[in-house]
């Protein structure tokens, strides 16, 4: 549920992916990225993206099949990026690290796409 994510600002010293409730906290480095793009109503576009691991990274322990969702405008800015599990909202939030590589992957492979989905 949405509602159970941390949208706060990073606390000192975590960096992190960060599970509502839970101390257990560790940095994620993607290796791969696969995305879709989808038009959602008149202001929204919908960019689905599934990561691969590098291999000195683990997911959560029952994160199934992590993924995240990149909400954009219609121009292409980045509205919101969140963290997914198996398509869904998941109890995680990504640290502004791992929001750094998903931003560098869209910037460099998805936005210009997104740009002409207008």
């Known amino acids: 549920m949405r509602s159970k994510i941390w949208y706060g600002p990073a606390r000192k010293d975590e960096r992190e992916m960060i599970e509502y409730g839970n101390p257990d906290i560790r940095e994620l480095r993607f290796a791969r990225f ?37 909400v954009c ?29 998903l931003r560098v992957y869209y910037e460099r492979e998805v936005r210009l796409m997104v740009e002409h989905m207008r």
């Open 34 to 70: 696969h995305s879709r793009a989808e038009v959602r109503g008149e202001q929204w576009i919908d960019v689905e993206v599934s990561m691969e691991l590098a291999e000195d990274s683990e997911a959560p322990e029952g994160i199934v099949e992590l993924g995240a969702l990149i």
């Open 73 to 101: 405008t219609r121009r292409g800015d980045i509205v919101e990026i969140v963290p997914q599990d198996e398509g869904r909202d998941c109890e995680y939030q990504f640290t502004e690290q791992e929001k750094a590589q």
